[in-house]
């Protein structure tokens, strides 16, 4: 499965399509699958003092713990999961981006407790906007349909009021 997605890392926006032979989720969920591999790259310097400013690779490789958010705007991104049906927007704060959209905690379960009960390195977040914090090139106002958000790099969300 091939499709455009956007890796968000703390000092690069890497765009591509997703090279893996294996489906999305399973890559994604598998420990034993430390990189993501992204065809028909462009990476992009975020520091707007870089001296190099853009990039373009046939591939480009990019550790997992390196990722703080993965993109998807096209309509693959509806099929890769099966979420809850309540929606409820909130915020997400990460050392470089804040994130707003929607998280999906099940049944009646508080929105704070959303990160103990999920498992997985990522939580999901639909229609999101993501904002830079700092200096950065063209990202601010980024959106996607889906953004697969790191835990290990949220600093903390709330729901937005």
Request: hydrophobic share 45%.
């Amino acid at each position: 499965m091939r499709f455009p997605i956007r890796v968000y890392t703390l000092a690069y926006l890497i765009s591509g399509r997703f090279a893996s032979n294996d489906a999305f989720l399973t890559w994604l969920n598998n420990p034993n699958k430390q990189t993501l591999d992204l065809a028909e790259a462009h990476i992009l310097a975020l520091d707007p003092q870089a001296k190099i400013e853009r990039v373009a690779q046939p591939m480009v490789t990019v550790p997992k713990g390196q990722i703080v958010a993965i993109g998807i705007s096209t309509p693959e991104g509806d099929a890769l999961l099966t979420l809850p049906s309540r929606a409820e927007l909130a915020v997400l704060y990460t050392p470089r981006y804040v994130i707003q959209g929607y998280l999906h905690p099940s049944g009646d379960m508080p929105l704070s407790n959303l990160l103990n009960v999920t498992g997985g390195t990522f939580v999901p977040v639909t229609h999101a906007q993501l904002h830079a914090l700092v200096p950065t090139r063209e990202i601010s106002g980024d959106t996607a349909r889906l953004i697969m958000v790191n835990r290990a790099f949220i600093d903390c969300y709330h729901p937005r009021l």
